[in-house]
């Protein structure tokens, strides 16, 4: 059984600082597909990146970077120079297997305040 | 309209109510989800469309009720809630046939609370 876990759950950090977000995930499969999303005060879910379980490279995104590391099973995310428009929960996912999986399995998130 | 949209965006209800919650995706996929987020919780999924089928049904109670009239829309009909069912619902769709992505598109879900 997949599992997702997200033991932080809040941050607070001052604006400008960096942070990063932890997910340990559990699975069975070798192929598996890695996800973090952003729920602002609005409610809807914003998809930030995928990631899938062939691809150990880490990835940088403007401020944002995730490091992924199957040796201990994470996929860690970090904000560098935060900002208040950071403020969100942030979910991270998990899909197992390949062709016409739809099944997503989520974290409990964390919430992220950034404080001005 | 562009994205998916749900309405209504909140709704009150008391537990003899019937109402219903509608998602529309203007993506052209073919796999609609419908999740629950209750505090402090993982968002759980409740069912799972693909091409109009339902494919997954993770033991909902029976008054939810989901309805896929098509790949565009989705519904879930409610009726004799519970206090405990108040949460955030959301709405997400993806291409279903597409090999290695399963990435999902959310609405930004209804906030129902039961009286």
């Known amino acids: 059984a997949q599992k997702v876990t997200q033991a932080q759950t809040e941050i607070s950090v001052v604006e400008k600082e960096d942070v990063t977000l932890d997910c340990v995930y559990e699975t069975r499969d070798t192929t598996y597909y890695l996800f973090w999303y952003k729920q602002p005060p609005s409610g809807e879910l914003v998809f930030l990146i995928r990631?899938?379980?062939?691809?150990?490279q880490n990835e940088i995104s403007g401020r944002y970077s995730w490091n992924f590391q199957k040796s201990t099973s994470s996929f860690n995310f970090t904000i560098t120079a935060s900002q208040v428009v950071d403020s969100a929960v942030y979910f991270c996912?998990?899909?197992?297997?390949?062709?016409?999986?739809?099944?997503?399995?989520f974290g409990t998130g964390t919430r992220l305040t950034i404080i001005p | 309209e562009t994205g998916v949209t749900q309405t209504p965006r909140h709704l009150v209800m008391g537990m003899t109510n019937k109402k219903s919650l509608k998602c529309e995706q203007h993506?052209?996929?073919?796999?609609m989800y419908w999740y629950k987020q209750s505090a402090k919780k993982p968002l759980e999924l409740m069912f799972v469309?693909?091409?109009?089928?339902?494919?997954e049904n993770n033991s909902v109670p029976s008054r939810f009720s989901p309805e896929c009239p098509n790949s565009s829309h989705l519904f879930l009909h409610l009726h004799t809630l519970q206090p405990e069912d108040s949460a955030l619902y959301l709405c997400a769709s993806s291409p279903r046939w597409t090999g290695s992505y399963n990435e999902q598109f959310f609405g930004p879900g209804t906030r129902l609370t039961v009286l």
């Open positions: 993506l052209g996929h073919n796999a």
């Open positions: 469309y693909s091409l109009e089928e339902r494919v």
């Open positions: 990631r899938n379980s062939f691809d150990e």
């Open positions: 996912a998990l899909s197992e297997g390949g062709f016409g999986n739809e099944k997503l399995t």
